[in-house]
């Protein structure tokens, strides 16, 4: 069984351009959600889909977008790039539905899109 | 609210058992998990523990949880140099959302 994919897996930009990242879950997964990870701060959650909808949120600037495809795969958006968005961006899935008895209890990240801003 | 701490390194010889410390602070949280990550990879899954257990056992890994204490363990036995990485813990809320809180990160060196 295929793990998360993301691609690409390395790019730089210049600022004030736009990114788009894109994530493929595990077969039967629908839920997506991206962090960025940064030497400084961290691992931060940026938001979560699931069958399309986003469903949580975290402190990020409106400048960061996702949405989720009727295939349950994923892409993020970064428009008006700045210095400081460069990070390692990952993404992770799950099937959902986390419950003491479901197999929505494992969260499986990918290898990650490593994006440097210049 | 949300802060999960670890400390951030940690040495140990070849062979000895590793202990990586993680407290939180949100009595919500319903699974607490052990991540690792290598140089320029992703997060690799280790383990899990739902909040109402107390230890969790998988081969080399045993995971301790001490939720009035707030305070997570991840255990290594017979570390090998292979073991040798960041280990993140992190905790999920109720509500069947994904979204985890990580902690800060522990780097784990292990001496050949």
């Known amino acids: 069984k295929a793990g998360v994919t993301q691609t690409p897996r390395y790019l730089i930009k210049t600022r004030g351009q736009q990114v788009t990242l894109s994530c493929s879950p595990i077969?039967?997964?629908?839920?997506v959600s991206w962090y960025q990870q940064t030497p400084g701060q961290g691992l931060q959650f940026l938001f979560e889909?699931?069958?399309?909808?986003?469903?949580n949120k975290g402190n990020f600037p409106g400048r960061f977008s996702g949405r989720q495809f009727s295939n349950s795969r994923s892409e993020m958006n970064v428009s008006t790039l700045e210095l400081g968005d460069s990070a390692l961006y990952l993404c992770?899935?799950?099937?959902?539905?986390?419950?003491?008895?479901?197999?929505?209890?494992?969260?499986?990240f990918g290898e990650g899109s490593w994006l440097t801003v210049v | 609210g949300e802060d999960v701490e670890q400390s951030l390194f940690l040495s140990v010889r070849e062979g000895d058992s590793s202990v990586i410390n993680c407290t939180y602070t949100?009595?919500?949280?319903?699974?607490l998990y052990w991540y690792k990550q290598e140089p320029g990879a992703g997060l690799q899954l280790l383990t899990y523990?739902?909040?109402?257990?107390d230890m969790k056992q998988d081969q080399r890994l045993t995971v301790l949880l001490n939720k009035k204490d707030k305070h997570l363990s991840l255990r290594i036995a017979d570390t090998q140099t292979g073991d040798s990485a960041i280990y993140f813990c992190a905790e999920r809320f109720p509500g069947g959302y994904q979204k985890v809180t990580f902690g800060t990160g522990t780097k784990l060196q292990v001496i050949p």
């Open positions: 949100d009595s919500s949280s319903t699974y």
């Open positions: 523990i739902f909040s109402n257990m």
């Open positions: 992770a899935s799950s099937t959902g539905q986390a419950s003491v008895l479901s197999s929505g209890n494992t969260i499986y």
């Open positions: 889909y699931f069958s399309e909808t986003q469903r």
């Open positions: 077969s039967g997964h629908r839920s």
